[in-house]
C-alpha cells in the first residue's frame, strides 16, 4: 500500500536522497581512513604510541608481537562486526568491515616520512588524525573502532553505561600497557586517546551541541511570537495543566520546547527573561536532530 501512495515524483525524490546519502557516506568514510592512517603511519607506529579502544588493543598488540598491525586492526574488529550485525543490521557490517579492510592496506602499502620527534606533539596530533578518522568513519555509517558497539552490548547486560565501559576498558588497557611496554609511552598514550576521543567528540556532536529548552511560563504566547520571529527559531507549543499551588486551577496553559545550539542559549535565556524573569526554564542536551528551524552543524 506505502508503495501505491507514492507518486513517480517522490519515488525519484526518494531515490535521489538515498543515492546522496550513499555518495556522502562513502566520501566520510573515506576521508576517516585516510586521516586514520595518516594518524598511524605519520605518527604513532614510528614511535610505539597507543590509543584506546580496539584501535589501542592492535596498537598494543603490534609492540608486543611480531604481527604487522594491517593484520591485527582486522583481526581485533572482526568480532566488533560481527556485534554490529547482531545489533544494528547488514549495512553497518558491510560498510564496517569495507572500511576497516581499507585502513588495513593503507597501513600495510603507504610510506610516510616521521613527521616530528617531539612526543608530545606525536601524542596530541597522532590522537587528532586518528579520531578524525574514527569521527568521519562514523559519520558514514561505519566503525573502524568497535568498542562501542561492545560497549552497548555490555550496557544491555549490566548495569554498566557505555560510557562507564568504555572508561573501564581503557583503563585497564593502559594499565596493560604500563606493565608490559612501559610507564612513560602508556602516559604519551593516554593523551593520544584523550586528544582522539575529543577530536571524535567534536566531529560526531560540533562545537555547537544542540540544547533542548522546555519553558513553563504566563507568557507563553509573546515567548513564543520572540523566538519564532524575531531569533528564527522552531518552538512547539504543548497543552498542559498546572500541578500545585494556584496554577494548578489554570488548566489552559502552554509549555513550549525548542532546540537551539549551545551557542543560542544564552540569546534564548536572555529574551525570556526580559517577558518573564519568573519562567521555569529546563535545559538539557540532544544529541542531534533533523529537519525543523534549527541553526544547521557543519558536517550535516
Known amino acids: 500500500m506505502a508503495k501505491g501512495i507514492l507518486k513517480v515524483t517522490d519515488k525519484n525524490w526518494v531515490q535521489q536522497v538515498t543515492t546522496w546519502r550513499q555518495i556522502k557516506?562513502?566520501?566520510f568514510i573515506g576521508i576517516g581512513v585516510i586521516m586514520a592512517s595518516i594518524g598511524l603511519k605519520g605518527f604513532l607506529l614510528p614511535n610505539g604510541f597507543f590509543d584506546g579502544g580496539a584501535m589501542g588493543v592492535s596498537l598494543l598488540l603490534e609492540i608486543l608481537t611480531p604481527l604487522d598491525l594491517s593484520y591485527l586492526i582486522i583481526l581485533v574488529n572482526?568480532?566488533?562486526?560481527?556485534?554490529?550485525y547482531k545489533q544494528l543490521n547488514l549495512r553497518f557490517a558491510l560498510k564496517s568491515t569495507l572500511a576497516i579492510f581499507a585502513l588495513a592496506l593503507l597501513v600495510h602499502y603507504i610510506k610516510l616520512p616521521t613527521?616530528?620527534?617531539?612526543?608530545?606533539?606525536?601524542?596530541?596530533?597522532?590522537?587528532?588524525?586518528?579520531?578524525?578518522?574514527?569521527?568521519?568513519?562514523?559519520r558514514g555509517?561505519?566503525?573502524?573502532?568497535?568498542?562501542?558497539?561492545?560497549?552497548?552490548?555490555?550496557?544491555?547486560?549490566?548495569?554498566?553505561?557505555?560510557?562507564?565501559?568504555?572508561?573501564?576498558?581503557?583503563?585497564c588497557l593502559f594499565l596493560v600497557a604500563a606493565l608490559?611496554?612501559?610507564l612513560e609511552t602508556a602516559m604519551y598514550s593516554m593523551l593520544t586517546y584523550f586528544s582522539a576521543s575529543r577530536t571524535v567528540d567534536f566531529l560526531i556532536n560540533g562545537v555547537e551541541e544542540y540544547i533542548g529548552v522546555m519553558i513553563i511560563s504566563d507568557f507563553s504566547d509573546d515567548i513564543k511570537t520572540k523566538i519564532t520571529y524575531d531569533l528564527g527559531r522552531g518552538v512547539t507549543a504543548f497543552k498542559a495543566d498546572g500541578g500545585f499551588g494556584e496554577k494548578a486551577k489554570n488548566p489552559d496553559r502552554?509549555?513550549?520546547?525548542?532546540?537551539?545550539t549551545r551557542l543560542e542559549v544564552t540569546r534564548v535565556l536572555t529574551e525570556i527573561?526580559?517577558?518573564?524573569p519568573k519562567a521555569f526554564v529546563i535545559q538539557y542536551p540532544i544529541k542531534d536532530t533533523k529537519g525543523g528551524m534549527i541553526k544547521k552543524r557543519p558536517l550535516h
Request: aromatic share 12%.
Open 25 to 27: 557516506d562513502v566520501i
Open 78 to 84: 572482526i568480532p566488533f562486526i560481527y556485534l554490529g
Open 115 to 138: 613527521i616530528t620527534a617531539d612526543k608530545l606533539l606525536i601524542a596530541v596530533f597522532g590522537g587528532f588524525f586518528l579520531g578524525s578518522g574514527i569521527g568521519f568513519a562514523i
Open 141 to 171: 555509517g561505519a566503525v573502524i573502532d568497535g568498542t562501542e558497539v561492545l560497549a552497548i552490548q555490555v550496557s544491555r547486560k549490566s548495569s554498566l553505561t557505555v560510557g562507564d565501559f568504555i572508561t573501564v576498558f581503557n583503563v
Open 180 to 182: 608490559m611496554v612501559n
Open 254 to 260: 502552554n509549555v513550549l520546547f525548542c532546540v537551539v
Open 273 to 276: 527573561d526580559k517577558i518573564d
